[in-house]
């Protein structure tokens, strides 16, 4: 069954370094997703992406995060200067159409030290 | 804004005991409702989904959930708990239009005893 993949597993970064965490979304799928969760606390929606432009982001996404779609396979997350509050694990999901169920990846745990 | 309560952070059943995972959504239409799974170390697994039609919807590993307006609940039911159903259980809310953006509640957590 097709998955949504996403590497690192984990990372470990120093305040103000940039991280790229990354996704492969499934194959035909068209909306993608990045969500995160602080330890302990709720899933929490980031931005959606279709179409090669953001279609919706949260208060969360300020100028520190971008996403881009490099080439037809990976959805890339970028925390330019990261701060210790973004510790949290990032969840890539994508879907086949609007409407359509989001599949999720295993996450990337990130660690700002 | 839609929301998403789960009142139960952790709950505790036996092994073959039934299950009822409770939660509560804000929202002025009908919206799409789900609920995931996480297993410790793991991503989030769709257990299963309502958009319309049938208020009762059957999932994965023999849960069930029923969706009900009038109480704008959407619990989630298992006749009979196995050990792996050890978990964490998310409900999530999304627009029945445009970019569903997933909103979801705190979670509660399962824990099976023998």
């Known amino acids: 069954e097709p998955e949504v993949t996403q590497t690192p597993s984990h990372q470990v970064t120093q305040m103000g370094q940039e991280v790229i965490l990354r996704c492969v979304p499934i194959?035909?799928?068209?909306?993608f997703y990045w969500y995160r969760q602080i330890l302990g606390q709720k899933v929490e929606f980031l931005v959606s992406?279709?179409?090669?432009?953001?279609?919706?982001k949260s208060e969360i996404f300020d100028d520190q995060f971008s996403v881009e779609r490099p080439d037809g396979s990976n959805f890339t997350l970028k925390i330019r200067s990261t701060k210790l509050e973004d510790s949290a694990m990032y969840f890539c999901?994508?879907?086949?159409?609007?409407?359509?169920?989001?599949?999720f990846g295993p996450g990337t745990r990130l660690l700002v030290l | 804004a839609q929301s998403v309560t789960q009142p139960d952070i952790h709950i505790t059943v036996s092994e073959g005991a039934s299950l009822e995972l409770r939660c509560n959504y804000s929202y002025g239409a009908t919206p799409y409702l789900f609920w995931y799974v996480q297993s410790p170390g793991q991503g989030l697994q769709l257990l299963l989904k309502y958009f319309s039609g049938d208020t009762l919807v059957q999932g994965i590993k023999g849960f069930e959930a029923e969706f009900k307006r009038s109480q704008s609940s959407f619990n989630l039911r298992k006749p009979s708990v196995h050990w792996s159903d050890a978990a964490e259980y998310f409900c999530?809310?999304?627009?029945?239009?445009?970019?569903?953006?997933?909103?979801f509640g705190t979670g509660t957590r399962l824990t099976i005893i023998p």
């Open positions: 999901a994508s879907s086949e159409d609007q409407g359509e169920t989001q599949y």
């Open positions: 194959s035909n799928h068209l909306y």
């Open positions: 992406f279709y179409n090669n432009e953001i279609s919706e």
């Open positions: 999530a809310v999304a627009r029945n239009f445009g970019n569903e953006k997933l909103t």
